[in-house]
């Protein structure tokens, strides 16, 4: 087609975004795996890239197999249809990623019910409340419970970590309701730096994890769903169903493959520059910020301003080259994530201090 111009560079500008760790763009090495990876077609099982993702996925999650999804929602949409049958509930947090921001995909898609419980602060669901909901009433009025999900990190609590402890008492009481257990992992490998343990650590007490590559992994596509190798069969047949069997998919697994050997130990540096952050801001007027909350990537703040609204300080910030995102009315978010520096830190505290002063 003429006149048609292939873009050749990334549009590296002088922006500080915040909004979020998916704006990472791949690093050089990354594009490098990309160009040279070795394909084939993965829906016949023949991408030795992707393959060689998914195996090592499972290994550093500590389970028998992983299947490469393009996205995060159909990693956790894959799993519920996988571990629940229409008409059953999954039982999960009210603030969690998969009941707020996955489009009711299990509901609408799959005829499961969503059943969600109050969340703590600190990310937990109350593990009374939990055996309340996991108990299977004998009678016909009720929907059967279906699976148990977890989150961690909690994104819409601020990025906070849930412990290997409470994972534990989650397991045994799903265990004790036969219920499998699902964890939103998106940023599980922010949780394990942040307690200084190994992924394995929190990832043995639950069934199946999804967790991304494209958050602050910084590859540009691509998330995983691990467990027992029966039962990710099984996701893998899901998958199919929801389109996302994927054809040369190596091209994107080589970049996932660099994220886990080259992307983890430094999302140390993330949580250093959200604390940074965060302690910088919560000396500004009209901020409210529990630094107890601020365990990793994420800075989740409240602002109540004499003169300024959520979306005008927003709107301000944005003049200076500087985005965040809303939460809601009153609290806004901003993530830490490969490419931003301390240089970029100071800057957006000092560009915050002037525009609230
Ligand atoms: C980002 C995210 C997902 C998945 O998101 P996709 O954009 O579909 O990849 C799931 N859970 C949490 C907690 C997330 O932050």
């Known amino acids: 087609m003429q006149g048609y111009v292939l873009p050749v560079t990334d549009t590296l500008d002088d922006r500080i975004d915040l909004r979020s760790d998916t704006v990472t763009l791949p690093s050089p090495t990354m594009r490098a795996a990309m160009a040279h990876a070795a394909l084939g077609d993965d829906v016949y099982g023949e991408d030795p890239t992707v393959n060689a993702l998914e195996r090592l996925a499972a290994e550093r999650v500590g389970k028998e197999a992983a299947v490469l999804v393009p996205s995060g929602t159909m990693g956790n949409l894959s799993a519920l249809l996988t571990h629940c049958q229409r008409g059953q509930r999954v039982i999960l947090g009210n603030e969690s990623h998969i009941y707020n921001y996955e489009a009711g995909g299990a509901s609408a898609l799959g005829g499961l019910i969503y059943h969600p419980l109050p969340t703590a602060a600190d990310g937990r669901i109350d593990l009374d409340l939990l055996a309340d909901a996991a108990t299977r009433i004998d009678d016909s009025h009720f929907a059967p419970p279906g699976v148990i999900c977890l989150e961690n990190t909690h994104n819409r609590c601020g990025g906070v970590v849930l412990s290997p402890d409470y994972l534990a008492q989650v397991r045994e009481l799903a265990q004790s309701h036969g219920l499998p257990l699902h964890l939103d992992g998106a940023r599980i490998f922010n949780a394990a730096i942040a307690l200084g343990v190994p992924v394995t650590a929190l990832t043995a007490h639950v069934d199946t994890v999804m967790f991304c590559l494209s958050k ?34 190596g091209v994107i697994a080589a970049a996932g493959i660099v994220a886990l050997n080259e992307m983890v130990d430094r999302l140390a540096e993330d949580h250093v520059h959200a604390r940074r952050l965060a302690a910088g801001l919560a000396e500004l007027p009209g901020i409210q910020i529990d630094l107890n909350r601020v365990q990793t990537n994420i800075v989740r703040f409240d602002l109540a301003h004499p003169r300024l609204s959520v979306s005008e300080f927003l709107a301000a910030l944005r003049t200076h080259g500087i985005l965040m995102g809303s939460m809601s009315s009153t609290s806004i978010r901003a993530v830490t994530h490969y490419g931003i520096e301390a240089t970029h830190i100071e800057r957006v505290i000092s560009v915050a201090a002037e525009i609230l002063a």
């Open 216 to 249: 602050g992994l910084s590859a540009p596509i691509g998330s995983l769903v691990a467990g027992p190798a029966d039962v990710i069969a099984r996701v893998r047949r899901v998958r199919k169903q929801l389109g996302g069997g994927m054809r040369q998919a």
